[in-house]
């Protein structure tokens, strides 16, 4: 519905409810800053001139811009519930995200995607949902669901619903399987956009996925994959996660003709790092350092999401649109005063001030536990009589991995760990067992329910005791991270929620983090790279070389199993 | 439906039947000439690269650009039915076009949107349709039909129907008129774009315009307008009509900033114009000689157009597309030595070689000719014996007029004209009768079923005979253009269908074009602008000073009909 308050307001025969006096509002479309004040009213930019509002805000020597947009995000790698995530990313100045629930629906399918919708409706930040496309991720491993093209339909017409999510099996797409294809199909029909993911620099995959409709991509790590992938009409999202950070090196490739094609996304982001580094902000601060125009960031953090999905009510300062804007004193440090969701004050400086929105109730679907038969020292077992047995060789920071071999008779546990992948969703019984070598905590096991992409229960020590205590308690606490020692919990994080998600403020996951962080410490982890993270990769049989699923060592060059 | 073939070629399994070999294929995205082969299937891109094709067309040292796009076209200004309309946009490199059938609906209402949606399924261009936004255009002139939002619904979702055209009655928009909100609610309810017609620096109305959600605009004329626009997120749509020439003075604005944001339309565009300077094509070409890199203008002319319109399926040579494109030997001069529609050949050298369409059939709706009440000399006669009559001054070549006076006993047929207009769609013998001045022609009369908006008859002449003549040979012929003289008709061109399209091929239309402009000129017509064309927005009561509807002299700065 138009507004007649708000047209009145516009053409200066009602007074604003709030004024922005005399700050400098980007103007998204010509690129320049326009000192003008700017009234607000009924969470609606009413324009831009001269306004007399019922609150003024001197904005002198200030910047007015949009909030930021995330155009890919899965919210699972903040590991906290959208009411902790809402907060926390609205004092960074992120007033909307594009959340796949790809992880959530790895172990709940369909109500993971309804989860989120229900959050959406409660907390303050703009939450906008893409559709998961890989359930399961591969046929290699044991998910929580399967989602098929007519399990996702019924939620592709939902209005928060903007499209098909990342299409990571792109083989699937260029071979034209037609699983894979009647989803793309089934998005094209509503007319919401096809996300995609894939890295490569081979122009016949970029021509075939383009040709399947494959809209965006997130995927390119490299400056030559970015520029096939913008000429082949994907939209270019730049990422910046913890773990893969691609915008120093993709930056180089936006030019004037490509900028409106380019935005920004953080994919995978941990709580420490939103919290201390920052979200989409960081990413804007940074290209800034790097010698990208201000305005140019502004636009790839806002408008030019805005405009791929869709979404007419944001991106830019403009009349109509929602007054979700960031107030900032430096243009250059993007240094943020304070951050405006629908026209009201959510935090200053960087901290949280808006309202604390309720608790998200889990739908029906989610209230389910891990469902993981219990195992025994005899699963354990690795048959070390074989003359060669494979190992997991750790490359510290990435998620590729080598695939060694060693002589069953030098198998030890000063030099390897057992890793060991638990069934979690059907109580299978499926147990993957084998070497992994680079870890360096002893006397102990590790433990954790986030295991891309099924999130089975991965496990890796020197001793069975501290494995099966490990697996025990992981659940007990319904999932979560766990680091044991001599049969004790030395530190943990639950995340009963789908073993993804903590039920506590996001200063709690902190602090778990820290302490699980000094219990590997203690155990003799150097801090040369992130242990659970690097644990959370090793189950994902579809990133080279080595990787172990529950059913077992998989050799991903070969794209098999290993008989072992 | 996903063309598995067309996966097949694009990676390399499968021949194309098509290739374009060694040619500068322009990427769109990143505003470079890519040399490579371009590869097409069953009417689509499959790929850049290298490929091997059943057929192969040499382009070496051949420029290959995607087809054009008219982001705002009234095909009634043409005079042309669809099916010729298409032969010679196509010939000129225009693949599609977006149409807003405004002139045709103040006669026939919504039979005209159905005339243009079944002319689209029969005709090789691809005729998108706005649905018009104003009818009538006020409410100070009798119009063939009224359309309100609940009128436009039914054919709001129809694939083809891309929006709401051109909403001429900003002040409507801006004070918040419910008829004309609801209809840009309507349209909103559909997610489908709203498009505007509103020239003014007022800031203000600029934000209650956007604050509305309108979107884009073409009656922009000054760079300050067309700043103002673009700031308050409206694309722009440059327009260069045959009356209307905006490209030299909007130009300037288009920067590497909001370029994605800027498009190409011609909006009116006589045949002539079309067939000898040219359409899109002539755009670019003009862009070009004024300094602006081909790249951006073919851009404007093509991408943008598309993504703003969600046209997911052209606007660039990008696998998956229609292969909707142009074959270009000099890129400065843009020579365009091919158009292909659809992988189709369709013209050469600007001539049209593609099939002659089926003509199209008439909705029985639109099988009505003129209905006008017979009138008499009695209806043509002036009060004289009034002090001062007003008088209509003509301004060449501008569309806006002069309010003039002259005291009644001054009134001679040597230095005037009468002007007179009938309504012509519910014979209510409604007749408008006053004083034109600047028109050259003696001893004669025009007369003309063109008449912006409502295209009411529109006569003007010396002598009451030959007014009546041309009323009457306007009848009989179903509307048209006619010259009298002496109770003879000189010249005519029949527009039969509702009294603004011709169903003769557009070789003909021209020719009686011509043969109108000689019987004027054989008049005592000088030249000095188009008689026809300045009759033709006489009965328009929205554009200053003095106008004439079917009710009587108007007053276009006070808005009221003059007393006579």
Redesign the interface.
């Known amino acids: 519905?138009?507004?007649?308050e708000?047209?009145?307001v516009?053409?200066?025969d009602l007074r604003a409810e709030l004024v922005f006096r005399g700050g400098r509002v980007f103007?998204?479309?010509?690129?320049?800053f326009?000192e003008t004040d700017l009234a607000v009213h009924q969470g609606?930019?009413?324009?831009?001139?001269d306004y007399e509002g019922e609150t003024v805000v001197d904005c002198q020597g200030k910047y007015l811009i949009p909030g930021f947009i995330d155009a890919h995000v899965h919210l699972e790698s903040s590991m906290m519930t959208p009411d902790q995530f809402s907060g926390l990313l609205l004092s960074r100045g992120t007033t909307a995200v594009v959340a796949d629930p790809h992880e959530l629906a790895n172990v709940y399918g369909m109500h993971a995607v309804d989860y989120l919708l229900g959050a959406a409706e409660r907390i303050p930040l703009d939450l906008f949902v893409m559709l998961p496309s890989c359930v399961p991720a591969t046929e290699m491993e044991t998910a929580g669901a399967v989602l098929e093209a007519e399990d996702l339909e019924p939620r592709m017409g939902a209005d928060r619903v903007l499209g098909l999510g990342e299409m990571m099996n792109f083989p699937g797409?260029?071979?034209?399987d037609d699983r894979v294809?009647a989803k793309?199909?089934m998005a094209d029909r509503y007319?919401k956009p096809l996300d995609g993911h894939m890295d490569t620099t081979d122009?016949?995959?970029?021509?075939?996925?383009?040709?399947?409709?494959i809209?965006a991509n997130h995927e390119c790590t490299t400056p030559e994959a970015a520029?096939l992938n913008?000429?082949?009409?994907l939209r270019l999202m730049i990422r910046e996660g913890t773990a893969t950070k691609n915008l120093e090196a993709l930056l180089p490739v936006v030019?004037?003709?490509?900028?409106?094609?380019c935005m920004f996304c953080t994919d995978d982001r941990h709580p420490d790092h939103i919290r201390h580094e920052g979200h989409i902000d960081y990413m804007v601060r940074r290209s800034i350092s790097l010698g990208i125009r201000p305005?140019w960031a502004i636009?790839m953090a806002s408008l030019n999401a805005a405009?791929f999905f869709?979404l007419?009510d944001r991106g830019?300062l403009?009349?109509?649109?929602l007054a979700d804007m960031l107030v900032v004193s430096d243009l250059e440090r993007l240094e943020i005063d304070q951050v405006y969701k629908s026209g009201v004050l959510m935090a200053e400086h960087g901290e949280y001030t808006g309202t604390v929105p309720e608790s998200i109730p889990l739908p029906e679907g989610m209230k389910v536990g891990l469902n993981a038969r219990p195992i025994t020292r005899e699963d354990l077992v690795l048959d070390t009589d074989r003359p060669v047995l494979p190992v997991i060789g750790i490359i510290p920071n990435e998620v590729v991995t080598r695939h060694e071999e060693v002589a069953g008779a030098a198998v030890n546990m000063e030099d390897f760990r057992k890793i060991v992948v638990v069934e979690r969703h059907h109580a299978s019984g499926n147990v993957g067992v084998g070497l992994i070598r680079g870890f360096d905590f002893r006397n102990g096991a590790i433990g954790s329910t986030i295991a891309h992409d099924s999130h089975n229960i991965v496990l890796a020590g020197d001793n069975d005791e501290d494995i099966l205590t490990a697996f025990e308690e992981l659940n007990r606490i319904r999932g979560g991270l766990v680091v044991v020692s001599g049969g004790k919990v030395l530190a943990e994080l639950p995340l009963p929620i789908g073993g993804l998600l903590s039920d506590r403020p996001y200063e709690e996951v902190e602090e778990a983090l820290e302490k699980l962080r000094l219990a590997v410490e203690s155990l003799g982890d150097r801090g040369r790279f992130d242990p659970f993270m690097t644990l959370a990769f090793m189950a994902l049989p579809v990133i080279p070389e080595l990787k172990i699923t529950d059913r077992g060592m998989f050799d991903v060059m070969a794209f098999r199993h290993l008989d072992q």
Chains 1, 2 share one sequence.
């Open positions: 519905m138009i507004s007649k708000l047209l009145a516009a053409r200066g103007d998204a479309f010509n690129g320049v326009v609606r930019i009413a324009g831009m001139g797409v260029i071979q034209g294809l793309l199909e007319r122009r016949n995959s970029f021509n075939a996925y383009a040709a399947a409709g809209e520029r913008l000429e082949n009409g030019n004037e003709f490509n900028l409106s094609q305005e636009r405009q869709g007419k830019a403009q009349p109509g649109k």
